[in-house]
């Protein structure tokens, strides 16, 4: 090996550690460690109008199975509400979200972090309509069937009848 080599070997040892160590300092349980993506998924079902789940390609030949809550919107509870008014609200949300994202529908996932609730993760998920990319989230806030929200944003109060 001449000299050239011996550093060339040397420079691609130490960039290997380096990205190793940076990968070992990633805190996977924390919401503001984003994995960008995109991710080809596909739709397992609809949870509610803000969860689905789906099963993602993670690479050739694993795929593994998430609940994906969307990024950015809150929606009305059906499980726990605190008036009928919500329950009813998130009904029909549902019912709108199962029709646009039918279960087997390719989607691409992106900008994915962790959820401490209940085991799943928060992303974008969009579909693909014959000309472009569509956002559940844009989709769902468009139809007024969820709010905009961010997180330690307070939650928004369901049951007030609108004006």
Known sequence: MNGSSVVWCLALALGTFVAWAALAEVDVTSRSTIFPGPYDAEVVGVIDEDTIDVNVALWPGLRAEYSVRVRGIDAPEILRPDCERERSLGEAAKVQAEKLYPVGLKV???EVSYDPFSGRVVANIRRFRSDRMLSFAKEMLDRELVVEW????????WCLEPK
């Open 108 to 110: 691409r996932i992106d």
């Open 150 to 157: 961010q997180p330690q944003q307070s939650a928004f109060t």
